[in-house]
Structure formats: C-alpha cells, structure tokens
C-alpha cells in the first residue's frame, strides 16, 4: 500500500523559512518512473502545484515560486523536504505531497498525502 | 505560463443528472491533462490521466475528452458521492491547475 505523510510546524512567523517532511512508504524514491510532487491550498480556494522530483534528482519549480523554493529527497529515509523561505500570511495553506508516476509521457499524482495546515502569522 | 480556466465555477445538479465540466488551456498541451475529484477537508483524488484514460478502480460514469486547449470531464449519471469540486491539471509545461468547479445539490 502506498502512503504519503506530510510533517512540519503548524505555525510559523512572517519571514521565516517553512521546512516540511514528506515521508513515503509502498514505493522506492530510487524507482525510476516515482517521484514526489509538493501541492498546497489556501483555505476555500484551488490547488497550486509547487515542485516535485524524481529518483534522478530532476526537479522542476513553480515559476512564480523559484526563488524562494528548494526541494530535495533522502532516498535511504524515504523523505522528500520542501523548504520555501519568506513565509508571509499568503502562503497560509494546506501542504499536500503526492506520488508523481511518470511514465510514456503520462503524469500521475496519486496517491495524495493527508495534507498538513500551516498558518503564517505573528 | 499555461494557464487553465474551467466552467462553470459552480453547477447544481440533481441525482441522475448528465454533468458537463469544461477545461480549457492558455496553449495548447495536448493531451497532457488530469481530472481530480475533491471532497471538503480531503486530499484530491485523480480520477482521469491523458485527458481521456480512466485512472484503476475509478467508476465508469466518469469520462474525458478533448485535446489541445479544450477539454471536458462527464459524469454519465450523477450520484449521491459525486458531489465534490473538480479540477483539471496540465502537465505538458510543468503543472498547473484549474481553479476548480464544486458540483453542488440542486
């Protein structure tokens, strides 16, 4: 069975930098058609793609995120870190990490973590 | 950026009733599309890949179709568990969403 779970503070203060653990189980990091896709949703509105990576440590950014994000994986712990630095109240939202199967051209986010809510605030 | 809007934003419908989601591209993107379903205080769950492939264990009342910059999800007959938001996501440049459409009871 494959599982997602997403850790991280619950709170952190404008300007500081937002660090989350997505921690996966049922798939390999290594597998060469996984990775791992950030998602994350303000409250009462849509999703927003963030990043993802996969087993080759090819990575790919948001466009109007790049500059303030970095992810990377550990494969041997299974985990895929996200960090976005200046947090601002904007970026209140719910944090979803999500199997990214790639394969023949075909992107599949499935399955989703449970999603994790940090709010920005002083 | 490629850009997606969907119509409508909201659609209330009844049980039984034939539901149409439109999803449309700034470009083109070919088939690279998937629909989500989700439920309030759920994570998304992917219901349809390459604009018209029916992800495993997905009911069949579920379709898609189109390509290029348009797009459209069916649901056949609607059911009592279908009434959820809906969102279309492009993977042709990157990947983005559309701001989803909530399928609400008439």
């Known amino acids: 069975q494959v599982t997602l779970k997403e850790s991280g503070p619950v709170l952190v203060k404008p300007t500081e930098t937002l660090t989350l653990t997505c921690t996966v189980s049922g798939f390999s990091l290594s597998n060469a058609r996984m990775g791992v896709s950030w998602i994350r949703q303000p409250p009462g509105k849509a999703l927003e793609w963030l990043a993802h990576?996969?087993?080759?440590?090819?990575?790919s950014y948001s466009t109007s995120l790049k500059s303030r994000l970095t992810i990377s994986k550990d494969t041997s712990k299974s985990q895929v870190v996200l960090t976005m630095t200046n947090m601002d109240p904007v970026d209140t939202a719910t944090y979803y990490c999500?199997?990214?199967?790639?394969?023949?051209?075909?992107?599949?986010?499935?399955?989703w973590g449970q999603g994790t809510l940090v709010t920005v605030s002083s | 950026d490629i850009q997606m809007t969907q119509s409508p934003s909201t659609l209330s419908a009844s049980v039984g009733d034939r539901v149409t989601i439109t999803c449309r591209a700034s470009q083109s993107i070919s088939s690279w599309l998937a629909w989500y379903q989700q439920k309030p205080g759920k994570a998304p769950k992917l219901l349809i890949y390459?604009?018209?492939s029916l992800e495993s264990g997905v009911p069949s009342r579920f379709s898609g179709s189109g390509s290029g910059t348009e797009f459209t999800l069916t649901i056949s007959s609607l059911q009592p568990d279908d009434f959820a938001t809906y969102y279309c996501?492009?993977?042709?440049?990157?990947?983005?969403f559309g701001p989803g459409t909530k399928v609400d009871i008439k």
């Open positions: 390459k604009a018209s």
């Open positions: 990576i996969f087993s080759n440590d090819e990575k």
């Open positions: 999500a199997r990214s199967y790639r394969t023949l051209g075909i992107l599949k986010f499935d399955p």
């Open positions: 996501q492009q993977y042709n440049s990157y990947s983005t």
